[in-house]
């Protein structure tokens, strides 16, 4: 018998809680940082929203092997507290930089719900240019009614999707969110969920809500219960095929085991998100875009071999041979071509540092004052006769 949602076994804080915590506590000081100055500069309001549709109760009754989370701005009554803290508190931090910020925090179960509210309500500390709606309710029948009343896409908006299992993950409600371009959104995808429903006929109806479409099936033939890549991919593929232009994956296993417990989803309409989030998630976890412990020889990218330096500096001379181009356009055009390779930002900076000294390219310092490459620095790869900005 599958446990009920307020059951206290459900709520213990283990390490892939805390894994999925660390990359929301990571990306939200920089898409403060980018979105704040992206709304002074467009000349909008300066208001940023997030949405934390799977909300819980704000905390947890133990933890087993890891650390609770720790919030550094504000103080809440639980002693392991839950994403609409992590969510206050790194707000917060990045205060100065908004005029206001809304948080919405959404959560079916009536026990759970109430505790979340008790939860906030009592916690304090938090900046007061941040509002805060708790919202009873289911988030496929919720979340585009409380985006509507707020006045639809005003301001950019992060939305945690982060269910416990996948059955309320409707395909038309999350493609609806994703394809709004100030939209972006985090989802935790129980691949192990899924894998154990896949051939259950009872769960065919929401499996088909999740992807929504019938023939998913035949479509994942290729998936086997070792390698989950085709199923998260799949799902990637579809939402992309309605919703946001951009996706994105981490994945999550057992701290003890090989065991996949889920992907984290990240969707996005802009090169900037999935350039920050990619770096994010480059540094979160045990690397290479994954907390997999007992597999430090994962890599996402299965085809490639590992990328050194030499790769990189080869890669952007095959790629941007005819090209002279900005810095910021040459590493978005990298992120998202050479989405898992491990190269960063920092590592394209040096490959040019290094092609630059070899005389391979010449760069024209426009943002740099000196020696730096940075923002829109031109780089002539020397066959050029073409710009790309
Ligand atoms: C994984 S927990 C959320 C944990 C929380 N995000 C955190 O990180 O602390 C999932 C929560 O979603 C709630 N829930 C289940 N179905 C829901 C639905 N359709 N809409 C909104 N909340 C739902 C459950 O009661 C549970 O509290």
């Not at 989370?69 to 707000?91: K, N, V, Y």
Request: charged share 30%; hydrophobic share 30%; aromatic share 12%.
């Amino acid at each position: 018998m599958p446990l009920d949602d307020d059951d206290d076994r459900k709520w213990v804080y283990r390490s892939h809680t805390a894994a999925k915590h660390e990359v929301l506590r990571k990306y939200l000081k920089p898409w403060t940082n980018k979105l704040t100055t992206y709304n002074l500069k467009s000349g909008d309001q300066n208001k940023v929203r997030v949405v934390d549709c799977f909300a819980g109760r704000g905390s947890y009754v133990d933890t087993e092997d890891t650390d609770p989370l720790s919030l550094e701005h504000i103080s809440t009554p639980a002693e392991f507290p839950g994403s609409p803290q992590l969510i206050l508190d790194r707000l917060t931090e990045r205060s100065d930089q908004f005029d206001s910020a809304e948080c919405t925090f959404i959560e079916a179960d009536l026990t759970n719900y109430e505790i979340l509210e008790e939860n906030i309500e009592r916690t304090s500390g938090y900046d007061q240019d941040i509002s805060v709606n708790c919202k009873h309710g289911e988030f496929q029948n919720t979340v585009l009614n409380v985006i509507e009343s707020t006045d639809g896409n005003d301001c950019p908006t992060f939305f945690f999707i982060d269910p416990f299992g996948f059955q309320s993950l409707d395909y038309d409600v999350v493609t609806e969110l994703g394809s709004t371009p100030q939209f972006e959104f985090l989802i935790t995808f129980m691949s192990r969920d899924m894998n154990r429903f896949l051939g259950s006929e009872d769960h065919q109806e929401a499996l088909n809500t999740v992807f929504g479409e019938d023939e998913w099936q035949s479509k994942i033939d290729s998936y086997d219960a070792s390698n989950w890549v085709p199923l998260v991919e799949y799902y990637t593929d579809r939402l992309e095929a309605n919703g946001p232009s951009q996706t994105f994956e981490y994945m999550i296993t057992e701290p003890e085991t090989t065991q996949t417990v889920y992907y984290l989803v990240f969707g996005t309409n802009s090169s900037a998100g999935l350039q920050t989030m990619r770096e994010v998630m480059s540094y979160c976890g045990t690397g290479k875009f994954a907390y997999a412990p007992k597999k430090p020889e994962y890599n996402r990218n299965q085809a490639q071999l590992p990328i050194g330096n030499n790769q990189t500096k080869e890669f952007l001379q095959d790629r941007f041979e005819e090209y002279i181009v900005t810095f910021s356009k040459l590493v978005e055009v990298c992120s998202e071509e050479r989405k898992y390779s491990d190269a960063t930002v920092s590592d394209y900076r040096e490959a040019l540092h290094e092609l630059e000294d070899e005389g391979e390219v010449d760069i024209q310092r426009i943002t740099s004052e000196k020696t730096g490459i940075q923002g829109s620095d031109l780089v002539d790869f020397h066959n050029s006769d073409k710009f790309a900005g």
